[in-house]
Every structure is written in C-alpha cells, then in structure tokens.
Nanobody
Framework: QVQLVESGGGLVQAGGSLRLSCAAS????????MGWYRQAPGKQREFVAQ???????TYADSVKGRFTISRDNAKNTVYLQMNSLKPEDTAVYYC??????????WGQGTQVTVSS
C-alpha cells in the first residue's frame, strides 16, 4: 500500500517561510513525477509545482521566484521550500506522486495559513 506522508505545514506571518516535505512509502518502485497542489477554501485544487525524476521542474506562475521544489530520489521524498509567503498562499497543500507503473497517489494534505 503506497502512502504519501506530508509534514511541515503551519501558521506563518506574511513574508515568512515554510518547508513542506512529502515521503512516499510502500511502493517498491520510484515515482516518476512528484509535485504539490493546493486548495483554498471555496476554490478548486490548483497546481503549484512538480519535479520529474530527471530533474525537470515546473512552477505555477503565482509561485515562481518564491517557491522551490526539490526531491531526494533515493528516499522518494519531495520538498517545497516556500519563501515570501502571502496571505493568498493560504490553502491545504497536497502532495501528488505519479508512478508510470501504478498511476497517481495523493497525500492527506497539510494546512498552510499565512496571516497578514
């Protein structure tokens, strides 16, 4: 059973930083793509960033220059360093992992709240 375990969310003031982590366990295989999505109250889930195993990275325009995604392939873990946080970054952040063999997996979500 594949599990994605997220950590690192919390409450921070505007301009502050947080680092999210997501570890995939139980798969027995590597995840081709790992990334982050977020969902604010009353809004649809939206893409934040992703990193492909070979290192190709994509960011949403709204977080470019402020967020940095990275991964440890050996640990099947992805990180999201979030700097210069804004109140509009407040959302539940979800980790997503994609296996070419078994499809998509989602984490349970971690709350990020940015106060003004």
């Amino acid at each position: 059973q594949v599990q994605l375990v997220e950590s690192g969310g919390g409450l921070v003031q505007a301009g502050g930083s947080l680092r999210l982590s997501c570890a995939a366990s139980g798969s027995g295989f590597s995840m081709a793509v790992m990334g982050w999505y977020r969902q604010a109250p009353g809004k649809q889930r939206e893409f934040v960033a992703q990193i492909i195993g070979g290192g190709s990275i994509t960011y949403a325009d709204s977080v470019k220059g402020r967020f940095t995604i990275s991964r440890d392939n050996a640990k099947n873990t992805v990180y999201l360093q979030m700097n210069s946080l804004k109140p509009e970054d407040t959302a539940v952040y979800y980790c997503k992992a994609t296996s070419l063999v078994a499809g998509n997996y989602w984490g349970q979500g971690t709350q990020v709240t940015v106060s003004s």
